[in-house]
């Protein structure tokens, strides 16, 4: 059975750093791990995604420069690591996990990603 389990978020101030974990179980090789977010009112949005056999990265636009998404396949956990963070980075923040060759698609189709975990806040204040 596939689980994922997304932690770490919190409340932290403007322009400061925050890293969030997704530990996740039950995959075979060549997978891929997603984190999309979704704020109050709007829609989800596709924050990045790795492909953890070779590790290839995806980021949003929105996001670039800021956030890093890395894989600890021996803990079976990918991270986001978020800096410079705004107030507008304010979300719940989902990770999702399905085939790898998904990734490079994540943010036209994440209904593609079949197993998600529970979300973590993450507050920004300005």
Same mark, same amino acid.
């Given at each position: 059975?596939?689980?994922?389990?997304?932690? =770490?978020? =919190?409340?932290?101030?403007?322009?400061?750093?925050?890293?969030?974990?997704?530990?996740?179980?039950?995959?075979?090789?060549?997978?891929?791990?997603?984190?999309?977010?979704?704020?109050?009112?709007?829609?989800?949005?596709?924050? %990045?995604?790795?492909?953890?056999?070779?590790?290839?990265?995806?980021?949003?636009? %929105?996001?670039?420069?800021?956030?890093?998404? %890395?894989?600890?396949?021996?803990?079976n956990t990918v991270y986001l690591e978020m800096n410079s963070l705004k107030p507008e980075d304010t979300a719940v923040y989902y990770c999702a996990g399905?085939?790898?060759?998904?990734?490079?698609?994540?943010?036209?189709?994440?209904?593609?990603? =079949?197993?998600? =975990?529970?979300?973590?806040?993450?507050?920004?204040?300005?």
């Open positions: 059975e596939v689980q994922l389990q997304a932690s =770490g978020g =919190g409340l932290v101030q403007a322009g400061k750093s925050l890293k969030i974990s997704c530990a996740y179980s039950g995959f075979n090789v060549d997978y891929a791990i997603a984190w999309f977010r979704q704020a109050p009112g709007k829609e989800r949005e596709a924050v %990045s995604c790795i492909t953890t056999f070779d590790n290839k990265l995806y980021y949003a636009d %929105s996001v670039k420069g800021r956030f890093t998404i %890395s894989s600890d396949n021996a803990k399905d085939r790898g060759a998904l990734c490079p698609y994540y943010d036209d189709y994440p209904e593609g990603f =079949g197993h998600w =975990g529970q979300g973590t806040q993450v507050t920004v204040s300005s």
